[in-house]
């Protein structure tokens, strides 16, 4: 076999400079080379990016130190380069693209521009050499109307492109690695595909070997050739794609396969003759921009989107980013006041009520955001946040913190976690905290604006069940909105599939999401990473299909 | 963009608006009468009449202010009570050496600070950055009038470099200008190094650890070109809020410096003004002041725009 482009061989990076420091990558090996893919894949906190950061010379200086170990890039050592060549071999040799295009680029800076600074750096080519082989490059990564582009300041353009651009820049000096840290996470999925297909591509033309990071099992699918688990700063398997998701050999890999939930929809619960609690008639909001002089402009969020929602069950409302989804949800719990269109809460309707007499059927209908980290008050207990709500009506404080003390049982943490503050939990147990809070008012509809998005599979799983947990024990009805169908394939038993604001397609969850009628829920299913595995079940879809014949 | 500035400068003139309105109710409000008060104590009737009728006291209140205005559209903003002087003509003496100072007081400031924020920022948690903040520290605390009597004694008195005080127009010598402005410049900037400094070194360290500025560095350019395009420009914006309203301060409230260096500026104007009473002076101390702050932000919020093509007007 040929030499390898990068070769990690048992690196230890620790905090701090002093030995003994706590280790946060722990004898990681693995290789890549020439034309290959090596995905390295992990849950938050697995060390994997540390890893393609110690690669770049990236670390934050002091207080993240590789300790032993080597990293060679071509032959060549990096941990003890200086710093002068770890800058030349940066985009030259190697190059790295980042999870957030929508904050990796400078937003006072020209986007061509930004491009240009790496051949300015790294070449002696005059103006109008650099700028042809930018526009070349930005060709090759498929953007529209390049000349524009390269004129244009990031905040002009969509994450899609802006990803691109950041591809651009990578690749411009044909680097012999790229190291990629999540970078379609933050796309939406048809995005993603086009990104990864992309990014396929290019490493074909040019041969680059590629270090690809993601926690998402499907990407791992669609884009690796070998894949690196990784674990708490450690390696726990490495092997080929097909072997990893066929036959993993560690316990922790096969949990983390068996978490991906599945495309293929769960089981659908029988029609029931529950009565309405939520009903959503005709809703619309639209967002005026009013200008100082001159015509405002108008966006249309959400444009007559009518749904219902029955006791016991859940509703998912999918989408991509911009598809108006949060913004229907938000005009339901009335945080935002609908332009127009009614909502009716257990039969009263309460889109045109004031404030003030808004206040009683609010408990009726209680929110879980999407991010566990800021959506939790940090100076506050978790037992004063989950028992403000039934204290606002007129619940003693004391009672109120009793039934906190049963609801953080319910949601299977300890009782005394009453009196902690938000920081002392994780993601998934701050999320479970949110949940709490917005059952301790018990509301007839939860809705849950993308609850389990931020979280790592394996907690998300856990939150999934215990939502259905909940629900099967309270008969409450969810309002479910997420852009991954994974997720709604395996906890909703209707579906409501938006685009630019409008309703595309509605229907129960097993007809929607196996035979699509509309283009574009057939798009969103078919861009889904990974469509072909059936992860839990380490076989490709096909394989399952033709064994249940 | 020249759009923008219109409207800009439209909307200014409300604020100015209120505040000529204030100024002018200052004296038509206060307990008494206005006569009496412009008068001062030892008044004769016939006196108090004759103001009562140039100021047009008897004509009722808006009518009053119609006129009031009219006149200041004019340049007229009354007779000083001590002086006897136009008002419009005291302070058109007295604006040259406050603008000076202020303008040079800033600039040194800018060209020192910026770069000490900036390099603290850099060498975060190293000694450079304890001994920047620690120099700050002591911009702070050591009063103006202190710096500048050392000042004085060192270079004026010892040295014999530059005279002890006094102020020179531009238009008699740059030289002489130069050599008694250095020292009431080299005070002031004390505090507003330290101010600055501050401010570039916090506003930095936010940017430095956004993405972008990793982005740079994964690029492989030297960390001259990442500090200086990368995030000292998007480090901008608070930077040139403090250097503008510091500028604003800098014009109106600099008594203690200029009374040190013995510079007839117009916080000196004021302060005599408000203790004889010089009503006419102090209404037009406080429109020059208000003016001067709202010409101030105008240019701010101008700067903000080009500065960052995200901020859209």
């Given at each position: ?95 790295m693209i980042f999870q957030e295009p929508m904050t990796a680029l400078n937003p006072v ?20 050499t650099r700028k042809k082989r930018i526009l070349d490059m930005m060709e090759q990564v ?408 | ?313």
């Amino acid at each position: 076999m040929t030499n390898p482009i990068l070769d990690i061989n048992n690196l230890v990076v620790s905090v701090g400079k002093k030995p003994g420091g706590p280790k946060i990558i722990d004898g990681i090996s693995v290789q890549v080379h020439q034309g290959e893919t090596l995905c390295l894949v992990g849950e938050s906190g697995s060390g994997k990016s540390v890893t393609s950061l110690t690669t770049m010379g990236l670390l934050p200086k002091g207080t993240l130190v590789p300790t032993s170990g080597s990293v060679k890039l071509v032959g060549e050592e990096i941990l003890t380069a200086t710093d002068r060549r770890l800058r030349q071999l940066r985009a030259t040799q190697m190059a790295m693209i980042f999870q957030e295009p929508m904050t990796a680029l400078n937003p006072v800076v020209h986007v061509g521009r930004q491009i240009d600074e790496v051949l300015r750096a790294h070449t002696d080519l005059d103006a109008r050499t650099r700028k042809k082989r930018i526009l070349d490059m930005m060709e090759q990564v498929r953007l529209p109307q390049v000349e524009r582009i390269f004129a244009s300041y990031p905040h002009r353009l969509s994450g899609g492109q802006r990803q691109r651009i950041m591809i651009a820049m990578a690749l411009v000096l044909e680097p012999k690695l790229l190291i990629a840290d999540e970078p379609t996470t933050a796309l939406d999925v048809t995005t993603q595909k086009q990104i990864l297909t992309l990014i396929r591509d290019l490493q074909r033309d040019h041969g680059t070997a590629v270090l690809f990071i993601t926690h998402d099992m499907g990407v791992v699918a669609e884009i690796a050739d070998r894949v690196a688990v990784m674990r708490q700063g450690r390696l726990v398997e490495t092997g080929t794609l097909d072997s990893i998701l066929r036959n993993p050999t560690m316990e922790y890999t096969r949990n983390l396969l068996s978490a991906v939930p599945s495309l293929v929809p769960r089981a659908a619960r029988p029609e029931t003759k529950e009565p309405v609690v939520l009903e959503a008639n005709e809703l619309s909001k639209v967002y005026k921009e009013r200008a100082f002089f001159g015509k405002g402009r108008e966006v249309v969020a959400a444009d007559k989107v009518t749904l219902t929602l029955r006791k016991g069950r859940t509703l998912g409302i999918v989408g991509e980013s911009g598809s108006g989804k949060s913004t229907v949800a938000r005009c339901i719990v009335r945080l935002i006041d609908p332009t127009s269109g009614g909502v009716r809460l257990a039969g009263r309707e309460i889109s045109d009520i004031s404030r003030r007499l808004l206040q009683p059927h609010r408990q009726k209908i209680q929110i879980v955001f999407q991010d566990p980290y800021r959506s939790l008050n940090p100076r506050v207990t978790v037992g004063e946040s989950i028992a403000e709500g039934p204290i606002n009506y007129g619940v003693s404080h004391a009672d109120a913190m009793k039934r906190a003390r049963e609801l953080l049982e319910l949601v299977g943490l300890p009782a005394d976690a009453v009196s902690r503050y938000p920081h002392q939990f994780s993601g998934g147990q701050r999320q479970r905290i949110a949940i709490a809070r917005a059952l301790a008012l018990d509301p007839d509809v939860l809705v849950a604006d993308e609850a389990v998005s931020a979280l790592d599979v394996s907690v998300q799983a856990q939150v999934l069940e215990l939502l259905h947990e909940i629900q099967k024990r309270l008969g409450i009805a969810i309002l479910f909105i997420t852009h991954d169908l994974r997720v709604a394939a395996q906890i909703c038993d209707e579906v409501v599939v938006m685009q630019h604001g409008r309703v595309v397609e509605q229907g129960p969850a097993a007809e929607v999401l196996t035979h699509p009628q509309e283009a574009y829920t057939r798009a969103l299913l078919e861009a889904a990473p990974g469509r072909g595995w059936d992860f839990a079940n380490f076989r490709p879809v096909s394989e399952g299909v033709a064994a249940s014949v | 963009m020249l759009g923008y500035l219109i409207r800009r400068v439209l909307a200014a003139v409300p604020v100015m608006g209120v505040v000529a309105l204030f100024v002018f109710l200052l004296l038509r409000l206060t307990p008494g009468d206005p006569a009496a008060i412009l008068a001062g104590d030892n008044a004769t009737p016939e006196r108090l009449e004759r103001i009562r009728a140039s100021l047009g006291l008897n004509e009722p209140l808006v009518v009053q202010f119609i006129t009031w205005v009219g006149k200041l559209l004019h340049g007229d903003l009354g007779t000083s009570l001590i002086s006897n002087l136009p008002v419009m003509k005291m302070i058109g003496q007295r604006v040259e050496p406050s603008i000076s100072i202020a303008l040079s007081t800033i600039i040194l400031a800018v060209i020192v600070a910026v770069p000490l924020g900036v390099i603290a920022a850099w060498k975060h948690g190293t000694w450079i950055d304890r001994f920047v903040m620690g120099l700050s520290v002591l911009g702070f605390s050591v009063p103006v009038f202190v710096v500048g009597y050392v000042l004085i004694e060192v270079f004026a008195i010892d040295l014999r470099w530059v005279p002890v005080q006094g102020f020179k127009s531009i238009s008699t010598g740059f030289g002489a200008f130069f050599e008694r402005i250095i020292l009431p410049t080299c005070a002031l900037s004390f505090i507003y190094i330290a101010l600055i400094a501050r401010m570039t070194r916090a506003a930095m360290l936010d940017v430095l650890g956004e993405d972008y500025v990793r982005t740079a560095r994964a690029k492989g350019i030297n960390e001259v070109a990442v500090m200086m395009r990368h995030a000292l420009r998007n480090a901008a914006v608070p930077v040139i809020t403090v250097i503008g309203t510091g500028f604003a301060l800098l014009i109106s409230g600099v008594v203690v410096t200029e009374s040190v260096f013995n510079i007839p500026g117009i916080g000196r104007l004021t302060v005599d003004a408000v203790l004889a009473r010089d009503y006419p002076v102090i209404q037009a101390m406080i429109l020059l002041t208000s003016l001067i702050y709202v010409v101030v932000n105008l240019l701010i919020d101008v700067a903000y725009t080009l500065l960052d093509p995200r901020i859209r007007y």
